[in-house]
């Protein structure tokens, strides 16, 4: 079984600070893993995937993420917050051999951005 | 190119009744999956329908049901409704692989469901 743990429900920076979202996973086999961002009231908008192709992957709106398979992170950052980046972020985790139990995701960090 | 669609946006049912909610997936998209989002459980994985048939299932009594058209569309349905099925419901679309691989998931907006 996969798992997938999202360290800090909540995360406060500065507007124009570095942010930094962490994600660890835990899987059998080398997984494929995504960051999704959900606004209020509204669905999930994937910002970016790794599917065992380059390690550091770059995403919509400025954000990245690295895949470290001897740390078993996949951490989501972006160098300078803006307003606008106020949301939810999820990472999430699935099996590249099947998809028996969809995907697996993590609680969620609420990410807050101080004027 | 639209993206996922799902009516009704929300919905208010009270315990014991039924309620179906509708997905319209990516036009091309032959996969459609469904999520449940809940404050405490956070985002589970219902099912997944693959070229009309259910091909994986989550964790989930079987008052939980859905199905799949010809045209890819789908449709969830709760049956016996119970406070704690009250949650944001989400579908989700991909082009689908026939080897059963989850791809890149695309989500609709979601419908809202309370239930009294």
């Known amino acids: 079984a996969q798992s997938v743990t999202q360290l800090g429900s909540h995360v406060s920076v500065s507007e124009g600070a570095l942010v930094l979202l962490r994600c660890n996973y835990s899987s059998s086999v080398p997984p494929y893993l995504f960051w999704y961002v959900q606004y209020p009231n509204q669905g999930l908008q994937l910002l970016l995937k790794?599917?065992?192709?380059?390690?550091l992957v770059k995403g919509i709106n400025g954000f990245e993420a690295e895949f470290k398979k001897s740390e078993t992170s996949f951490h989501l950052t972006k160098p300078s917050a803006h307003m606008s980046d106020a949301a939810e972020y999820f990472c999430a985790v699935s099996d590249p051999g099947g998809g028996a139990d969809g995907l697996t995701f993590g609680k969620g960090t609420h990410l807050i951005i101080q004027p | 190119k639209a993206g996922v669609t799902q009516t009704p946006r929300y919905l208010i049912k009270t315990r014991g009744q039924q309620v179906t909610l509708s997905c319209s997936p990516i036009s091309g998209h032959r996969s459609v999956s469904w999520y449940q989002q809940t404050p405490g459980q956070g985002l589970q994985f219902l099912f997944e329908y693959f070229s009309e048939t259910q091909r994986n299932k989550g964790n989930f009594p079987g008052r939980f049901s859905g199905r799949q058209f010809s045209n890819s569309r789908s449709e969830m349905n709760v049956s016996t409704l119970e406070l704690g099925d009250s949650a944001l419901y989400l579908c989700?679309?991909?082009?689908?692989?026939?080897?059963?691989?989850?791809?890149?998931?695309?989500f609709g907006p979601g419908t809202r469901l309370t239930v009294l």
């Open positions: 790794y599917t065992s192709a380059a390690t």
């Open positions: 989700a679309s991909s082009w689908g692989t026939s080897g059963g691989q989850v791809d890149t998931q695309y």
